[in-house]
């Protein structure tokens, strides 16, 4: 079974600390990705990557950054966190077929939930 | 840009009855369609892909169907049970982004 998972289940930051989510997926992967999912609004797209050192910008990448030093592993930064950043936020990996990103379904984290007072 | 939208927001039926879930995406140039389960404060599972050539799939009790012509994509649940009470997704597929439905909430009464 394809295992991803997420350093933190809960996290509470203030406004202006710099934020670490991290994702690790144990099935040699070569896309990963980060949402957030906010009520009514769905999954939005944050960035994704699709090989080591390298990413893409998704739908909403303002406020935040990203880092893929390791192929298991995708790491989301808040630089400086703000309140509408309270969200929750999944990781999700990918197999790619044929060297075609996305392809696949994807396979989901458990989530991490941030509140940003 | 890719629009998702799933009608309706909540459903409420009672065990037994059969679930039909609906979907609409704008953008017909599609590489798949997937339908995703989640449960309360979890990570979303993968129930269903259909490829843009496909119709429909199915596993178990679960059948999905695709219109691709008419932007539609449709979720049937045989003989609801309560463990089926979940959040479900879909997302379609172009190029390399999933774009999501905010998604339809069913509880399956007792």
Not at chain 1, 39 to 68: N, Q
Not at chain 2, 65 to 80: E, F, N, P, Q, V
Request: aromatic share 10%; hydrophobic share 35%; charged share 20%.
């Amino acid at each position: 079974d394809v295992k991803v998972t997420q350093s933190s289940r809960y996290l509470v930051k203030r406004t202006g600390e710099k934020v670490f989510l991290e994702c690790v997926q144990d099935m040699d992967h070569e896309n990963m990705f980060w949402y957030r999912q906010d009520p009514g609004l769905g999954l939005r797209l944050i960035y994704f990557s699709y090989d080591v050192k390298m990413k893409e910008k998704g739908d909403i990448p303002e406020g935040y950054s990203v880092s893929r030093e390791k192929k298991e592993r995708f790491s989301l930064i808040l630089e400086s966190a703000s309140t509408n950043q309270t969200s929750m936020y999944l990781c999700a990996s990918s197999f790619s077929l044929a060297g075609s990103v996305g392809q696949e379904t994807q396979y989901f984290g458990p989530g991490t939930r941030l509140l940003v007072l | 840009k890719q629009e998702v939208t799933q009608i309706p927001a909540a459903l409420s039926v009672p065990e037994g009855e059969n679930l039909v879930l609906n979907c609409s995406f704008t953008d017909s140039a599609i590489y798949n369609l997937q339908w995703f389960r989640q449960d309360p404060g979890k990570g979303l599972t993968s129930l269903l892909l259909i490829q843009s050539s496909q119709r429909e799939q199915t596993s178990g009790r679960l059948n999905a169907s695709l219109d691709k012509s008419s932007g539609r994509s449709t979720l049937y649940i045989a003989a609801s049970q309560p463990g089926d009470s979940a959040t479900y997704l879909c997302a379609a597929l172009n190029d390399y982004k999933l774009s999501f439905g905010a998604g339809t909430t069913v509880t399956v009464r007792a």
